[in-house]
């Protein structure tokens, strides 16, 4: 492990990079562009992750200038401790030493969770996937030229071109130490590396993201909020893929004509379950299984439940552990709900669109993690520590 840089260095390497990011828009619009033209996936969440916009980059900037404005997340003080025997005992934050971080297409990732290892102490391996590779190249070089402005050995940030197999013989035994991985990436991506890591996983994991419409919903709230949650990203993790209607919902066979008139009418396939057969403009779902699918596409499916507690218990049933909503006015059953349902984040009366590092005030993120160790949710700045105990004595034995 290098010796960690102090924060005024990392500090110093992340402004650099913001200021080459800005200063090299058009090399990187550029790289991204070769990328686009050899992109042969019929694959409209991906392809929309691939494409690198001004937008990006100005979020890309914004990231690093947010990153280089925080506080150190490294040796901050959680515990101290005076043993009768006049031990001190303190226990701090620390670094993990090598993160690597397995991604598909979002060459933004090069940045935004690049730079959040960094700032957090870690040495960087990047490994993404072909279909962004001169995207990727362009980003790292510039990861480069800060570090060495800034009189710093290059390999703090090192890039990994490595084909499938390859990837897989360094997962199964690298050559250099590798402290934690974040996949991010598809259930393919993310199990394959469960399968091959030696080292310790943070499992960015899918969405299926559900929306339970309450007997007690203010109806126009449910309209805006479930077509936003559906149609705003559909390439995003946080999308909505699943709406549970309550069937004591006041006219709730007018309330699903006009949202499935709004969702078609946005180009979304709507499917129902067998509760809600005979409706227009709608297909029957092939079978159950299609409830546990993250669709990251212009796809929903409703159905019919009785009640919050047949809603909850759906939803932890077959929900991705990332995000779910409850509309209602009713507070009561609101808390009940969000206490009960196994999900990173719970709403009331909000889009699941808001599960994300910066809505939530982190300034960014390296992952949403949908395991409970060590972190869930969002994955900030301030989360990308583990910990290290602190002993001061003078001759003490036990």
Known sequence: MNIILSISQRNAVLLSMAKLVAQETETIISANKEDIATFAVNDLAMFDRLKVDEDKIQGMILSLEQLASQEDPVGQERFNF?????????NKTASF?????????????????????????????LKGGKESLNSNLAIVNLWHRALEENGIDKNWVEYLNYNRNETQVFLKNPTQKVDLIIPRGGEKLIAFVKENATCPVIVSGRGNNFVYVSKEADKQKAFDIIMNAKVAKISACNALDKVLIDSELPNYHGFLEELITKLSSSNVTVLVDASLEGLANVNLIPN???????????????????????????????????????????????????????????YQNASTRFTDGFQFGLGGELAISTDKLHQRGPIGLQHLVTNKWYIFGDGQIR
């Open 97 to 125: 030493g090598t993160v690597m971080i397995i991604y598909e297409s979002r060459p933004d990732v090069t940045v935004e969770a690049g730079g959040i290892a960094f700032k957090s102490g870690n040495k960087i391996l």
């Open 82 to 90: 005076t043993h009768e025997n006049g031990l001190k005992i303190s």
């Open 288 to 346: 159950e299984e299609i409830w546990f699918e993250e669709f990251l596409d212009y796809k929903i499916v409703i159905g019919l439940v009785d009640n919050s507690e047949a809603a909850i218990a759906k939803i932890n049933k077959y929900c991705g552990g990332h995000s779910a909503a409850i509309i209602t006015r009713d507070d009561t059953e609101a808390k009940l709900f969000m206490e009960s349902v196994d999900a990173a984040a719970v």
